[in-house]
């Protein structure tokens, strides 16, 4: 009985960690965006880099490491607390814009993006608040 109850209380203590998610505000979201630029080699051996302007216009370029590189715009925009980007189709895709939307989690002044499981894609974030964003959560 003291095993169960010991285990029980370790699973309590693990799931209020996992709940403990922050999340960062709209304005947090969209200023920590705005302007930014996000490059990464995916595991196809693709260099996709991806760029968010300040006036809402957003930029995908891929470059694969052999053959043509291609560059895919749109827009992007915060939405229910979430980065919804819209690119024209690529030359792979259905030929009509795709609109993704995803979450971020803060963890200090950085934010990761989320998988629809809530775990992190990368280890890596996308994006680092801006100093005034940190000094106004604080």
Request: aromatic share 8%.
């Amino acid at each position: 009985m003291r095993k169960f109850a010991l285990a029980f209380c370790a699973t309590l203590a693990m799931s209020s960690v996992a709940a403990a998610i922050e999340y960062p505000t709209a304005d947090e979201l969209r200023s920590a965006v705005a302007g930014s630029q996000f490059s990464r080699i995916t595991s196809a051996f693709n260099d996709f880099t991806q760029t968010w302007n300040q006036d809402g216009t957003a930029k995908l370029e891929i470059k694969p490491r052999f053959g043509m590189g291609e560059t895919v715009t749109g827009t992007w925009e915060v939405k229910d607390g979430q980065l919804c980007t819209t690119l024209n189709s690529t030359s792979r895709g259905s030929g009509r814009p795709e609109t993704k939307c995803s979450r971020y989690e803060k963890v200090g002044d950085k934010l990761f993006a989320l998988n629809e499981n809530g775990t992190h894609i990368s280890d890596r974030p996308m994006f680092t608040l801006k100093q005034n964003q940190k000094s106004a959560a604080q």
